[in-house]
């Protein structure tokens, strides 16, 4: 695995006075966030809840007889790619070629490609790298006669030996990608099934693109009651190679995929889960959508309590202009906005090393690129140059903002870190 | 100026065959967007529009009289810093201190620091930078009592021979960071002219606050003459130090700030625009603005056409599963979506390498972290495999989600690249 880069002056929450600290040596410089050692806006991930996490979800796993493939694209940081797989990760789930080459730097021989794989460079990688790496083993989707034409025809043109291993997505009507019917969908796999170049491997959907505000729940059931149905009408037709897999589940619904396949299906099909967003969880959305999870699995409930948010960010109290306006060195270079805007969960006054938690009387109203605009109640004893941490909604379009984020323990002592790769 | 690392693996749209491209070489190797050379999605810089761009503002400011100390938050890119530089921008604004280590390291000796120097590592980065430095001709805003203490605190706790240049920020009610009222702005004012550690060199405000629907024109413009009443106050009282900076302008409202002072403030105020958009533009939320400003602004408008959109990203038809619907290979992770969502410019069908423009009737309607959600009308010709050319909304969002980005020439040749620093 190659070695990430040290910190530099490229990362931006480097202390003032490092110049160049090797991944290897950060945990011996005894940083601490709450002393105010590191240059805020500073990321933090908490390791007691990375652990608990990794350890969670391979326990819900094994008691539901599934595979986890992360999503390794929440993230992008092999320093917790190779936390899941130690913890016994199937494989990774990619979505880019791009994030299958940063895969391939760091050793990763399993790679479900959740998506198409379309384009002419991102198909030669692929190829290339799967006739280099006879254990390369990568699984990609197809929804489409054109997209079969597509790597067939890719695949044709440099006589590969080896067939590549592909899934059929099946899609909803409004939704992402994805064969629509099931009718097209089974006249798709076999398709594949008679392709000299493909190999039918397994049948995928996501259900994370299931909207609805009322009946989401039932409408994702349904969902993947049709994949269910599909992948045993392709099994009986005897359109797969190998032992298939069946393969769904985002973040919100991976007990729905876990726990709805009898064991007959459960005897022939691997069952393998995608989430990505259980590794941090968060401090809003999904902690929010694991918290149902938990109320309806009892596999789940049965681990007793869930997973933990893992990321906060810390910034400096800038400027209180207001009584009741504070503005954070917090912004949408910093924190995900798709969803909610970063929640204020403690503060710390300058000279003190002990968070207070904040209450829902604070609240982020407006994020620009380099600030936030928070709400506080007018007797708020938080003034200019002390910290706030907050939490976060949706860690993928948070991961992307930093290329390091610091791992602390729960003092806020700085023990490693990781690097992204975006 | 150091040389920008060489594109590699962790690149997201480095050709497939390339594992090391140095900065130098790129132009070299010929690359071709529309013919499939570098991985998609990729972002494209237009050479002859950032040519016109920094052109185009140079000779707005001579025209008006005024300097332009660009806004590099929004690229990031050493690179377009330098060939601002080079068109004449009296320095460079920043709004965090990780930014201004960026510009240190790549020889920017005028910073305008449009923010409160908060937090330890913060202000040590800084002040140990002026030690360092004479050369280094740094200001910052102060907008409280408590910001001033701060920072005199820091200055005396090391004897600094240099006092720190601020200058006081005007906010707006219910706004951002900014004192609120004239009687405590100038109260402020006249505080640090007192200080020992302080220098005040100027008064800043950030007119893009001001958020109305109907009548916002009207309200910079009564929020900049405030600033303006401020300055002249100010002056006549004998705060400042040397010859002191008015400095406003966001990319919305530049010509505001450049034509409303009278000639004898002139005379007495060097006035500093910090448009950081301009270089790029981009073609929706900045391009109506900017039009905006070409029917209003005699100066601009002498100039003949305006600023042109120099950011476009390159996608491909993933999936079209349904006849109005495409998903193409662009997401939250390329892609600004805080203003609108990637506008669809033009289409090139699989092997052809002419672009098609496309209408109104091509929509992105959805974007997930990797996917791009188009409707399409159901006779497109676009299918699986086809290129799709979007433009963007608000460059500051694009540009941090790229660790580098192509510049192109009109034929979609690569003949360069530029490298960002998030």
Known sequence: MTDPAPLNWTFKALPARENEVPFGEIASRNW?????????????????????????????????????????????????????????????????????????????????????????????????????????DFYCLVDSDAAVEILEGALAERKSPRRLQVLVELGLPGGRAGVRSEAEIIALAERVAQSSHLALRGVEAFEGIVQSDSDREDRVRQFLKRLIDVAEICDNMGFFEGRPLLTAGGSSFFDFVAEMPRDELRSRFTIVLRSGCYVTDDSEFYQGTVEKLLRRSRAAASLGDGLRPAIELWAYVQSRPEPTRIIAGLGKRDASHDVTLPKPLSGVRAGSSKPEALGADYRTVRLDDQHAYLDVPPDSELQVGDMICFGISHPCTTFDRWQAMYVADDDLNVVGAIRTYF
């Open 32 to 136: 601490n966030v709450l002393a105010g050692d590191v240059m805020l806006p500073a990321a933090v991930l908490r390791e007691s809840a990375l652990d608990h996490n990794l350890r969670w979800m391979q326990r819900f796993c094994e008691l539901t007889g599934v595979e986890i493939c992360p999503h390794g694209k929440t993230t992008m940081a092999p320093e917790l790619f190779k936390r899941q797989i130690a913890a016994g990760a199937w494989g990774m789930t990619a979505a880019t070629t791009a994030q299958v080459r940063v895969y391939r730097q760091h050793g990763i021989n399993r790679i479900l490609f959740a998506n198409e794989l379309i384009g002419r460079q991102n198909i030669l990688y692929i190829l290339d790298e799967l006739d280099r790496d006879p254990d390369f």
